[in-house]
């Protein structure tokens, strides 16, 4: 390794002094760059790229911070058996075992081993599934981070990951960037960067030879240059502040909307349970009181047993499926959106998508394929309809001129890509100008045009300028060159060029230029305007935009980016789905016309131009805005006002942004799409899903996932709320009539039932694929309920139904069956009939709006069926031969049989159900607000079309992380503390006092 002559410690304390003239004692940027084996102006060498640069990687570290270790299965073992209630459970496992043994030697061992493999299940299953999920958010996160980095390396312009930066490597940095590694200044064109996430320090900072130290992690707010790379990974400034980090647990609206309902269901249960033992007692007392019987010792037994039967119905009633069911539906679909080319950054807004009311989208690259190419243009008083045309007419002098504007007013470059092929890369406006210099007669090289111009200056474009200049030396002479917005850089022209000469634009040429813009708009093509002038030197910073007045025109030219293929379908869909489309641009209003009609968007719609929109007074504004379509020449912040305008009209607002200036939109809405290929770094940490391929389509999938979620939750609910009811019904009825007060379902028969309607019935109904029907419907209202009156109808319906069956079969178990009543066979048959309930009300829950076949898409879904025939060879296994270990006897195949259609009755039952009509509520459409501004401290309008609704635990980032499991029990630890404790009792006195 004699060729890095630097060490890492010497690199890192010459960053972090922040020294400059340390920097300077040490031979400047060139001296660092030799020290570590690398050349300011061609990067790493060749000989190092063949291996992957290892030799380099092995001295200074990988750009990876590497996450905290994750526990192993073992840990995450150990750490679950240190629950305090679980704990509890295994000292009553083993006094009980104890005391069993000591009483029964044959058959005493069972009630402790019961409550042991119980601790062990439950341990077990959390701990498995904590592992997985953790696995799972760690691909996740390296898929999220890994974005695509220029650099020049062997002296080549080419994109690596960011995990590949080395030490050593030359980067490209521009406006928008989030800086990928430490590094040194080594050209800087008006670089400023936001260093406050590192430092706290809120002014912009500018980048040059004076401040050359750029910090890992802060933002390129302004300009472009280039740096060369000394720290990466965990030596890097961002990497050692991320070591010291850990990011919040993160929940989702859905999941508190759920907590509240959760939380009912367990007072509902706890309130139950305290009903039953007042009754039970209190007939116990009247009873021996009626009959004259005195109270002896033996009959706290009796006692004991009315509390043990009061426990069992709040076990039941506790929902602890529920933050279960809203985790596995959130991962499962953030792993399959992924697939559709969504990667989701914040959980909330899987869901949250789902209610979406309207989408203000961009046109290029998300509508459009942002595959640009020119096809016409006016240059020298002449207009002309093909490229063709354009360079057999230009003589050598204009083509020079042209080919100089274009290279150097540019900052895309010609690089081989993933698949190896060479082409341009960066901006695809800048790319397709870039292909049509190459047209032009003895046009020279583009980088030999930039060798011989020295950049003095450059003002980047933005959304709000709509333009970009760059200032060159060329010999003794400074040139400035824009490009820009056809209308608005026309404008700051005075002269044209004409046969090589500038000639003065008069009136009568500005109105037919103004006609040819128009023409080109009018066919879809978006114009751009090359214009030129020479300039004395002076003081670049302070002349700022003065610089561009008094402009030669170059030429207009007509860029062409054909809409997607998918687009309109995608469109329509959105429409018949009850979300409107509207497409903001930069573009010319001509343009964006013609591009929104051939998507489908402009309708019987309104088109505006930026300006317009932002001029209109309020009460003005909120009578248009719902009529508007299309925006044109939007600044970012027109689209930021269009989008909490909507927000105050009772929208739920999604947008997609792909700039810098875009970020401030992203954040305002609801749901923010970043773009994955065009889109900057500041674009994408603001936004809440990346879309992948930058394809509106993508963003269509996203709405369908986001209404699956939340039917997916709707579903357990509509399952589990069933179970409860029945669940608590049966065990109150059975306890008051029983002479003994017990309750016709057993403990450990109570676990099973619990298994099956908390984790199975979970994994089951959270895992269902989207289809294309979620679409054929409006979005959800924000008030609208969880449980709709058709779910309650549901609900309610195969209660009575499954209630009816069970006591039937628990009071007249003749009439079926050829069985003793109060027999452990009876009792078999009673649970046997209970499950085989549930395992077919899971199949009716699968529909929510009254569909008729519920077994329609079944067969798809592989989870829900390997879950349904997994729950009925455990119980097949548990009742065949759990013998005194679970209260169960073998039963005939004939009884198999009449459980298994007394279960299946549910299936003709629910089409029954489906067939009576309920009116829902109707969700009111979106209206203007009483008032254009919102009271200081009134909730946030619009925030959230779920924000009624929020659940058992905020359990979601469990997924990431593990340990927030310890922060999760301690949110609403009252809940799973009391099922568990009343279990200890459960296990502990069932058998000894029974």
């Known amino acids: ?19 400059n003239d340390k920097l300077v004692k040490l031979g400047g940027v060139s001296k660092i760059a030799a020290g570590v084996g690398s050349d300011i102006q061609k990067g790493i060498p060749e000989k190092e790229l063949t291996d992957g640069c290892q030799a380099r990687k092995s001295k200074y570290g990988k750009n990876f911070v590497e996450p905290p270790i994750a526990k192993t299965l073992p840990e995450l073992i150990w750490e679950g058996l240190q629950d305090s209630t679980l704990i509890m459970l295994c000292i009553a496992s083993f006094v009980s075992l104890a005391l ?61 990951s960011i995990y590949d930066i080395n030490v050593g490597d030359v980067v490209g940095i521009e406006t928008g960037d989030i800086i990928c590694a430490d590094g040194l200044v080594i050209d800087a064109r008006n670089i400023r960067c936001d260093e406050s996430a590192m430092t706290g320090e809120t002014d912009q900072i500018k980048k040059d030879e004076s401040h050359p130290f750029l910090l890992s992690g802060t933002q390129v707010t302004e300009g472009f240059g280039k740096m060369l790379v000394i720290a990466v990974g965990k030596n890097s400034e961002s990497g050692r502040a991320m070591a010291l980090l850990s990011k919040p647990a993160e929940s989702t609206p859905l999941q508190e909307k759920l907590e509240a309902l959760a939380d009912k269901i367990a007072y509902f249960g706890l309130g139950a349970a305290v009903t039953i033992l007042v009754i039970l007692i209190a007939k116990f007392l009247i009873l021996n009181w009626i009959n004259g019987v005195a109270f002896e010792l033996h009959m706290f037994q009796v006692l004991v047993k009315y509390f043990i039967t009061s426990i069992t119905i709040v076990v039941v009633a506790v929902p602890e499926g529920l933050p279960l069911a809203v985790t596995i539906a959130l991962a499962f679909s953030m792993m399959k959106m992924l697939n559709d080319q969504n990667l989701v950054r914040h959980l909330d807004s899987c869901e949250t998508m789902g209610g979406a009311t ?21 240059i020298g008083g002449q207009s002309y309809s093909t490229v063709d045309e354009i360079s057999k007419s230009l003589s050598r002098e204009d083509a020079k001129l042209l080919s100089q504007s274009i290279a150097i007013n540019s900052t895309a470059y010609e690089g081989k890509t993933d698949k190896g092929t060479t082409e341009f890369i960066g901006s695809k406006t800048e790319c397709a100008l870039l292909n049509f210099a190459k047209l032009f007669p003895g046009a020279p090289n583009y980088k030999l045009i930039r060798t011989n111009n020295v950049q003095e200056y450059v003002i980047p474009f933005s959304s709000a300028r709509k333009r970009m200049s760059t200032v060159v030396k060329s010999g003794s002479e400074y040139h ?35 006609q040819v813009i128009e023409e080109m708009a009018a066919n879809g093509l978006r114009t751009l305007c ?29 860029i062409k980016d054909p809409v997607r293929d998918e687009v309109p379908a995608a469109v329509r869909q959105c429409q018949k789905a009850g979300i409107v489309v509207r497409m903001v641009t930069g573009d010319n209003i001509t343009t964006a016309k013609k591009i929104a009609e051939e998507c489908g968007i402009l309708t019987d719609g309104i088109a505006i131009e930026g300006p317009a929109f932002r001029a209109l007074p309020e009460a003005e504004l909120d009578r248009i805005i719902p009529r508007i379509q299309v925006m044109a020449r939007s600044s970012p912040e027109d689209k930021y006002k269009l989008v909490t305008r909507l927000k105050l009209h009772n929208h739920v607002v999604a947008v997609t942004g792909d700039g810098t200036n875009d970020a401030p939109a992203l954040k305002a809405a609801h749901v923010g799409f970043s773009m994955g290929i065009a889109g900057t770094e500041v674009a994408k940490e603001a936004s809440d899903i990346i879309l992948m391929d930058d394809n509106f389509s993508s963003l269509v999938k996203a709405v369908m996932w986001g209404r699956n979620v939340y039917d997916s939750i709707r579903k357990f609910l509509q399952f589990q709320l069933t179970v409860n009811v029945v669940a608590v019904s049966l065990a109150f009825i059975g306890a008051v009539t029983d002479e003994h007060g017990e309750s016709p379902l057993k403990p450990v028969q109570l676990l099973w039932v619990n298994l099956i309607m908390d984790t199975m019935a979970a994994l089951a109904l959270a895992t269902e694929p989207p289809s294309s029907a979620l679409l054929d419907r409006k979005p959800y209202g924000k008030h609208d309920p969880l449980i709709t009156r058709g779910m309650w109808k549901n609900i309610i319906g195969q209660a009575i139904y499954q209630l009816l069956i069970n006591l039937l079969v628990l009071y007249r178990p003749h009439l079926l069956f050829d069985v003793e009543p109060g027999s452990i066979y009876h009792i078999t048959i009673i649970f046997n009939t209970f499950v085989m309930c549930q395992l077919f009300n899971e199949i009716n829950s699968r529909k929510l709006n009254n569909e008729l076949n519920v077994f329609s898409g079944l067969f798809d879904n592989a989870i829900f069926l390997g879950i349904l025939g997994f729950t009925l060879v455990v119980q097949w296994i548990f009742v065949e031969f759990g013998g005194d270990f679970t209260s169960t006897r073998p039963l005939t195949s004939s009884d198999w049989f009449t459980t298994f259609l007394l279960g299946a009755g549910g299936i003709p039952w629910g089409v029954m159900l489906s067939l009576l009509p309920v009116k829902e509520k109707e969700t009111p459409a979106p209206v203007a607000p009483r008032s254009a501004s919102r009271p200081a401290g009134s909730p946030k309008v619009g925030a959230s079309k779920w924000n009624k609704a929020r659940t058992v635990i905020k359990a979601v980032n469990a997924l990431k992380q593990p340990l927030l499991i310890d922060r999760i029990r301690r949110r609403h630890s009252y809940v799973p503390f009391l099922n568990k404790l009343l279990k200890v009792f459960l296990f502990m006195l069932t058998k000894r006092f029974v």
């Not at 760690?138 to 650099?151: A, D, F, G, P, Y």
């Not at 404008?491 to 090589?500: A, D």
């Open 358 to 378: 309207t989408i203000c989208s961009d046109k290029t690259g998300t509508l459009t394929k942002n595959v640009m190419t020119v096809m016409r243009g006016w």
């Open 1 to 19: 390794m004699a060729q890095f002559k630097l060490s890492v410690e010497e690199l890192t304390a010459l960053h972090q002094s922040r020294d």
């Open 100 to 160: 069993g043994l000591w009483e029964d030697p044959q058959t005493g061992w069972i009630e402790g081993t019961a409550i042991l493999i119980a601790v062990v299940v439950v341990v077990l299953v959390s701990s498995l599934n904590d592992y997985h999920k953790e696995i799972q958010f760690r691909k996740l996160n390296e898929k999220k981070n890994n974005t695509q980095i220029k650099v020049i390396r062997a002296g080549e312009q080419r994109q690596v």
């Open 480 to 514: 400035i060159y824009t490009k820009g917005a056809s209308e608005i850089v026309l404008n700051n022209c005075t002269h044209y060029l004409r046969q090589s000469v500038p000639q003065p634009i008069p009136e009568n040429l500005r109105k037919e230029l103004a």
């Open 530 to 558: 090359l214009a030129y002038k020479t300039v004395p030197a002076q003081n670049w910073e302070q002349a700022g935009e003065t610089l561009e007045t008094g402009l030669i025109c170059l030429g207009i030219v007509g």
